[in-house]
């Protein structure tokens, strides 16, 4: 009967949300994880499943007691503040020299016409100052952006549509889209899991709501022993339901954590984060 | 144990076994067991609990009482081979067209899903 009544929402929800924006499309989505999770409130969904479950939650703050993750904090620290060849450093590319500015990321790019990830100003600025593009999964971006992200903790997440900007709606479109389209063998959407089951069980794990999935990032994994980066989960998702995953910072993937992390406007960062 | 309780433990436990025999016995059933808790194959677990298994999911009905809910033998197999059919919001993966499984697969699931 809750999957009928959940099952009706979002049938209910879709044919409003064509005719909304993204602004009407976060007070939706917001309101349907308030009434999905009753009591839990709107900042506590940067904690993902430990939001919602006890347990993990219990088992999760201990590990935070000694953050894994605290050394790529300082490693990030570094790599930040070494200067290139050419002696710049990365505050020279960002606004108010990169420090707290991770939440206003993904942006609209206008001059080149599309989103423009935090990961992807930083390989733009290494090559801007003649250095290498890193690779985008794990290593030293992820340092990089763990250190960005730490300067930025508290922050609510402000990602911008412009509204005079048909091609930035465009974008958020098709990251929504990509969001709620089924794929791969196993036929998921991203939405199966982290709307309409969101809270339940598969297997023994607690599937976390989409409402502050990007607060966090970038994530130390236990399953991957070491911090790596959004793009990377993104990969190991569509993995997962067996769909071919796209490439690191593709298109596809900026335009969905363009609308993803839009999603969560309004919600303190408070990355890097250690999950599972 | 007097005469008449021996009787009655005869009568029960000859009535039980042939129930379990035929289930333990039955080599479909089991091919279906081992492709329904496979997590590479039918990881029905995922979703479901079902007899014996372990840490099952919570996302789909529990599996029990399947004689009785699907009579009809070949409903299940179409709601195995693809659910979307009857549910175009299910999470169940459309085993059959898809080719998850294969069609002997899904027949084996069908016989081990059948005797919950």
Redesign the interface.
Known sequence: MKRLIL?VA??ALAPMAAMAGPAEDVQQYREFFMRKFPGVQMQEFSNGAYAIDADARANWEQIEEFPPYEVDIDEGKKLFETPFANGKTYSSCFPNGGIGIATDYPRWDRDRGEVETLALAVNRCREKNGEQPLGYNKGPIAKVLAYMAYTSRGKPTNVVVPADDPRALEAYEDGKKFYFTRRG????ACS??HF??SG?????ERLSPALGHTSHWPVYRAKWGEIGTLHRRFGGCNKQVRAKPFAPQSEEYRNLEYFLTHMSNGISANGPGARK | MNKKTAVVLLVACTGLAPLTASAEANPLIEKGRDIAFDRSKGNC???HAMEKGE?????GPPLMMMDTRYPDKERLRAQIWDS?RF?P?T?M??FGR???LSEQEIDAVVAYVSSL
């Open positions: 099952g979002l049938a063998q196993l036929n998921f199966t899991c309409d089951n339940q069980m598969i297997r023994s | 677990l995922a979703c840490s099952p999911g919570t996302i979307t549910n919001n999470a993966p459309p898809h080719a998850i």
